[in-house]
């Protein structure tokens, strides 16, 4: 399996606060994604990347900001944690458009 | 309407059985295609991509009618390690890769 992993695995936070998800990729993939999935909405995009600094929203973004300094790691931040995010994250990977990707474990948000 | 449309299930077959999932998508400029499967709790792999010509990987079975806008996938003797949600996928190929991802179907195959 390609090398992807997320961190944390699970986070408990309060309403209010910063929260800052990594994914983390040994793979050398130029495509990184952050997508949160939810019942009755399946997965949705919040924000990719398709090289170091180069980012774009996807259909969820608001509430998020995300950075890429370097190709390994892709960062997600929840600039003030609300109740409607907890969700659970997965960060992705693709080597090239339009192969299919690689999927982190994920990261089990809950904002009490 | 959602880009891609998929009925949710589930689907509650016995071992052994044959069982088939369709789906739609809306945008005609989608130009790849996939199934992936998640198990509980974990997160998705891929499953299958699908090609205009149809392919086939031991007991899965994928087609593509572009015409149509419709995408398959067939099961035959199913096992109990079968049960999963299965998604369906579509790639916009001119937007930076970005997949859109059906709700997924639920299948639970039962001793």
């Known amino acids: 399996d390609a090398g992807i992993t997320q961190s944390p695995r699970h986070k408990v936070t309060e309403t209010g606060t910063p929260v800052t998800l990594r994914c983390h990729q040994t793979?050398?993939?130029?495509?990184m994604y952050w997508y949160r999935q939810d019942p009755g909405h399946g997965l949705r995009l919040i924000h990719y990347?398709?090289?170091?600094?180069?980012?774009d929203k996807g259909e969820v973004s608001d509430g998020y900001s995300v950075s890429r300094s370097k190709t390994e790691d892709f960062l997600l931040t929840l600039e003030s944690a609300t109740s409607s995010q907890t969700s659970v994250y997965f960060c992705?990977?693709?080597?090239?458009?339009?192969?299919?990707?690689?999927f982190g474990s994920g990261t089990r948000l809950t904002v009490v | 309407r959602k880009e891609v449309e998929q009925d949710p299930g589930p689907f509650n077959v016995p071992e052994g059985a044959t069982v088939a999932f369709n789906c739609t998508y809306s945008?005609?400029?989608?130009?790849?295609f996939f199934w992936y499967r998640q198990d509980c709790r974990k997160e998705p792999k891929l499953l299958m991509s699908?090609?205009?010509s149809g392919n086939e990987d031991g007991r899965f079975t994928a087609q593509l009618n572009r015409a149509s806008q419709y995408i398959s996938l067939l099961i035959r003797d199913s096992k109990l390690s079968d049960s999963a949600t299965y998604l369906c996928?579509?790639?916009?190929?001119?937007?930076?890769?970005?997949?859109?991802f059906g709700q997924g179907t639920e299948l639970s195959v039962k001793p």
């Open positions: 992705a990977i693709s080597e090239e458009v339009p192969y299919g990707y690689t």
């Open positions: 793979e050398n993939h130029r495509y």
């Open positions: 990347s398709y090289g170091v600094k180069d980012t």
């Open positions: 945008n005609s400029a989608s130009q790849s």
């Open positions: 699908v090609y205009s």
């Open positions: 996928v579509v790639n916009r190929n001119n937007q930076g890769g970005k997949l859109i």
